[in-house]
């Protein structure tokens, strides 16, 4: 298994180069492509190969020609497959919220040392998404604030026992397998019911998955 593949697309040239350069010392990950706004990333992903396209997008939000947040809805639409990373400086949450539920995986501030930003990549490229502390408080802050909001909403939500524990031990970071194992189930049993409250919820992937579950409170 070689490298992760991974782009980035900033239209600030220094930074880009900065966090290539910077995690260039980790050799499980390789830099394949570079934009400098989305639509210049479409265009080089729609001319390169399968075999050379990005696992991993670091995506900046503010960008010309077509910004960060267009830009994943687009790749999450058209290459369901690939992972994006917001990597900016806006910390509103409005944003955080906004490009989990488009179907980023993961949300950094620009101000991330190169060992966050390598981890980040690796547990979107393991687990599909990844939720630091920043993100996690604001998920949460959100869940109450939407609690006290609209109540009724959460009670219509309902799930079985077995749903409920997939979830938690999603949320919990366990993979499939972890999962399958302390359901003593099989892991196919357990991508079956991911697959099926992804569906039912409108997530576009497993950290939307979390994302709404943590939202609504159908987690402990």
């Known amino acids: ?9 900033d239209d600030h ?5 900065g966090v290539i350069l910077s995690l260039r010392p980790y050799t499980n990950l390789k830099f394949v492509l570079e934009a400098e706004n989305g639509q210049e990333l479409i265009n080089l992903l729609a001319n390169t190969s399968d075999e050379e396209k990005p696992e991993v997008i670091l995506m900046d939000l503010r960008m010309p020609q077509k910004d960060g947040i267009e830009t994943t809805k687009f790749i999450a639409k058209q290459y369901p497959n690939i992972h994006i990373i917001a990597l900016t400086m806006y910390e ?4 955080v919220s ?12 620009k101000s991330a040392d ?8 690796m547990e979107v490229k393991a687990k599909g998404y990844y939720l630091n502390n920043f993100v996690n408080r604001i998920l949460l802050k959100k869940s109450h604030s939407r609690q006290k909001v609209v109540p009724s909403l959460n009670s219509e939500v309902t799930l079985t026992d077995r749903e409920r524990d997939v979830i938690k031990y999603i949320c919990m970071e366990f993979t499939a397998q972890e999962i399958a194992q302390k359901l003593e189930v099989s892991p196919r049993t357990v991508e079956a019911i991911k697959d099926r409250l992804m569906e039912r919820f409108g997530s576009k992937n497993t950290a939307g998955l979390v994302f709404y579950a943590v939202k609504n409170n159908l987690i402990d």
């Open 1 to 9: 298994m070689g490298p992760i593949k991974v782009a980035i697309a």
């Open 98 to 109: 906004h490009m989990m539920e488009i179907g980023a995986n993961g949300y950094l501030l």
């Open 114 to 121: 190169p060992i966050e930003i390598k981890k980040a990549i």
């Open 92 to 95: 509103d949450e409005r944003f």
């Open 13 to 17: 040239k220094i930074f880009r180069k």
